[in-house]
């Protein structure tokens, strides 16, 4: 599923964890928390994209200017990663866990639940977002 606003362009791809009975909330620590105005999705990107749970976005992260979101996606069992980089729109991508993005201007991202150890050849952008190095 590719989502996309603006003229923001999203590299996608998405993977499967394999566990029986595994729900999504309760490996993204990050969601515990109330939302706050700063987690709120632009009212564009929500009306662009049905397959997010806008009342479930946090704000992640900021890397050096690019920000990233996470969202329970509306689909059983999947997440969503938003980002937005400045001067771009913003864009997500819903599936996983894990959920992989990019765009033209910064690295590949990619949202793990939690305790996952730093993969390889990535540097931790968040307790659950990981950016491709080099």
């Known amino acids: 599923m590719k989502l996309m606003k603006g003229s923001f362009s999203i590299l996608i ?4 964890l394999a566990l029986a009975g595994c729900s999504v909330a309760p490996g993204y620590s990050l969601l515990d928390r109330e939302q706050t105005p ?5 009212s ?9 749970d806008a ?7 900021d890397d050096g200017g690019t920000l990233l979101w996470v969202a329970k996606g509306v689909q059983e069992g999947t997440m969503c990663l938003i980002i ?10 819903c ?3 894990p959920v992989t ?11 793990y639940i939690d305790g996952v150890p730093t993969p ?6 968040s307790d659950n977002i990981f950016a491709t190095t080099g």
């Not at 700063?38 to 632009?42: E, G, N, Q, Y």
């Not at 009342?55 to 992260?61: F, I, K, N, P």
């Not at 993005?101 to 949202?111: G, H, K, R, W």
């Not at 390889?120 to 952008?125: A, S």
């Open 38 to 42: 700063a987690d709120a999705l632009t």
């Open 44 to 52: 564009e990107f929500i009306e662009s994209a049905p397959q997010v």
């Open 120 to 125: 390889e050849g990535h540097r931790k952008v």
């Open 13 to 16: 791809g998405c993977g499967m």
């Open 84 to 93: 937005q980089s400045e001067g771009e729109g913003m864009g997500g991508l």
């Open 95 to 97: 599936g996983g866990p």
């Open 55 to 61: 009342d479930t976005s946090r704000l992640a992260a």
């Open 101 to 111: 993005i990019s765009s033209v201007s910064t690295p590949t991202y990619s949202l």
